[in-house]
């Protein structure tokens, strides 16, 4: 592919996912507490706000922002129903509750409920492979992300609420997240911030450096644990914010970033329909 033709892919991927070169934290973090408030109020019976904590960037961000924007809602309305809850999803012993915990306490989380995916996890494994099907710690991981979310949607439906996602533009530009699993959610407040912009947000918020800086990890796989998004993806988060910026990239990186992008774009679509062009149109 010649260097006109990436820059041009570079220019629709950007356009895309909404992203732009800088950001004015403080704006951005009005726009998305009002885009949470908005949703709250434009649907009346809902008055929750549900989201898993793992101890990483992304659900730090996106927690204190719903915290914060029930809190708001709370002053303004007088109604004591809207609430915040964090939802630790463990596998088992996580590595990593303590950040978990500190990113909840950060947060200043309304409730907090944790359901063991475990259990469940490993009791649908097992019926799949009494089918003869080989379930690999891939897919395994996979099981495990779409576990915390039946997990999510059956404390929401419980509680008149709706699920928070986490996803945004440097997850979805790589597709880097389990379809229907932490990519099936109700309302995405980051959505158009890149991993950069992200963590300047948290740092005007005054959040514990260590939950913005920590090597970021999915920690889906038994056989991987920890293993680094940088790693399984082969491109440096620094070089898919600066591509999502509009910055030069190399000619390597911005290859890879595109090869995801056109790899995971049924990620990013519908359910196809008989209607639909997208499945022979995306290859």
Not at 37 to 49: E, G, I, P, S
Request: proline content about 4%; overall charge negative.
């Amino acid at each position: 592919m010649g260097v006109s033709d990436m820059r041009a892919m570079q220019q629709e991927i950007i356009e895309a996912l909404k992203v732009q070169p800088e950001i004015d934290p403080a704006t951005e973090i009005r726009r998305s507490v009002d885009f949470l408030k908005d949703y709250l109020k434009r649907y009346a019976f809902l008055k929750t706000l549900v989201l898993g904590i793992s101890g990483g960037q992304d659900s730090t961000l996106a927690g204190i922002l719903s915290e914060q924007a029930v809190t708001e809602l709370r002053q303004e309305t007088g109604n004591e129903d809207y609430r915040f809850v964090a939802v630790r999803l463990p596998y088992g012993d996580q590595a990593d509750e303590d950040d978990a915990m500190m990113a909840i306490d950060f947060m200043g989380a309304d409730e907090v409920q944790r359901v063991n995916i475990q259990p469940a996890t490993d009791a649908m494994v097992a019926a799949v492979s009494a089918n003869e099907a080989n379930i690999s710690d891939f897919n395994k991981g996979n099981i495990k992300a779409r576990q915390r979310m039946i997990a999510q949607y059956a404390i929401a439906g419980a509680r008149a609420g709706a699920v928070v996602g986490t996803d945004h533009a440097a997850e979805a530009v790589t597709g880097f997240y389990t379809k229907y699993g932490d990519g099936a959610t109700d309302i995405c407040p980051l959505w158009r911030l890149d991993k950069r912009q992200g963590a300047a947000m948290l740092r005007y918020l005054n959040a514990p450096t260590h939950l913005y800086e920590k090597v970021p990890t999915a920690d889906l796989e038994d056989d991987r644990p920890a293993l680094p998004d940088e790693a399984a993806l082969g491109v440096r988060y620094v070089d898919i914010d600066d591509y999502l910026e509009g910055r030069s990239v190399s000619d390597e990186a911005a290859a890879k970033i595109e090869a995801w992008y056109r790899k995971t774009a049924h990620k990013r679509h519908l359910p196809v329909n008989v209607y639909d062009t997208f499945w022979k149109n995306n290859r």
